[in-house]
């Protein structure tokens, strides 16, 4: 299972696997990603043949456009952590109607995910 999905499960209190067949539905769907750009054309900017079926597997790599498309879906917002930059930047994702009912962090290190516990 991606480490994203079950960095998300951490937040969201759902199995990994549930997590990535609703953002896989979601994005089946057509549903919105990011504001005036079809899903589906975004989703061809990646040049996987297939995107959708190729996230379904378990063992793919979620990213940027799951994250987004999770923020869509729980009304939230994913802050995450470049840990590999000295400054720690921070990619903010929101969801497309601005509506948030909570922020969870993430921490990225360039090719894992790790939730940010809070003590």
């Not at 939230?76 to 962090?105: G, L």
Request: proline share 5%; charged share 20%; glycine share 6%.
């Amino acid at each position: 299972m991606s480490c994203l999905f079950n960095s998300m499960s951490y937040f969201l209190k759902e199995d990994p696997q549930v997590i990535r067949n609703k953002i896989c539905d979601y994005l089946q769907r057509g549903e919105p990603i990011i504001s005036d750009l079809d899903t589906q054309q975004v989703l061809q900017l990646d040049g996987t043949h297939n995107y959708i079926q190729t996230m379904r597997n378990p063992s793919t790599w979620g990213g940027a456009i799951e994250i987004q498309a999770a923020c869509n879906i729980w009304s939230m917002s994913v802050n995450v952590i470049d840990i590999r930059t000295p400054k720690r930047d921070i990619v903010s994702f929101i969801p497309v109607n601005s509506v948030s009912s909570r922020t969870i962090t993430l921490e990225w290190s360039g090719g894992h995910y790790e939730p940010v516990r809070s003590c």
